[in-house]
């Protein structure tokens, strides 16, 4: 039985997309920020993330164009303050709102049971990808 457990360890962390926790024991599953955008952010953001998500319309405040948060702070992206809005624990004032969700707490609540360095994983890999899409 140990046998089984440990080859079947070993198939876990070979398999794509599956790494190793900081306790070496417990897998971390690779995060698609593309995929998480597309899943919690594009219904209000827009799949190019130009505030033309099919919800837009219809939210009290019109959500942002995101593909100029680099140009809108001296061409430089903002990642730390992106990471702190979409996590949204730790509010910045004046960003966010109470009309987004605090995707930190769903995140956490959410079915995978994210442990706060998988949150985390989760969020940055969504600020990653917000960063290729900025435009020039």
């Known amino acids: 039985?140990?046998?089984?457990?440990?080859?079947?360890?070993?198939?876990?962390?070979?398999?794509?997309?599956?790494?190793?926790?900081?306790?070496?024991?417990t897998p971390v599953q690779e995060v698609s920020g593309s995929d998480t955008y597309r899943t919690y952010c594009a219904t209000c953001h827009g799949e190019k993330a130009r505030g033309d998500g099919p919800l837009a319309e219809s939210l009290r405040f019109r959500p942002p164009d995101l593909t100029h948060l680099a140009k809108r702070n001296g061409g430089t992206f903002p990642a730390t303050k992106v990471v702190r809005i979409v996590d949204g624990?730790?509010?910045?004032?004046?960003?966010?709102?109470?009309?987004?969700?605090?995707?930190?707490?769903?995140?956490?609540?959410?079915?995978?049971?994210?442990?706060?360095?998988?949150?985390e994983r989760k969020i940055r890999s969504v600020v990653a990808h917000l960063e290729k899409l900025q435009e020039k």
């Open 1 to 25: 039985m140990r046998w089984a457990v440990f080859f079947g360890g070993l198939a876990l962390l070979a398999a794509p997309g599956i790494g190793v926790g900081e306790d070496a024991r």
């Open 89 to 119: 624990r730790d509010p910045v004032g004046g960003h966010g709102g109470p009309d987004m969700p605090v995707w930190g707490d769903a995140f956490k609540n959410a079915e995978s049971g994210f442990d706060d360095a998988g949150i």
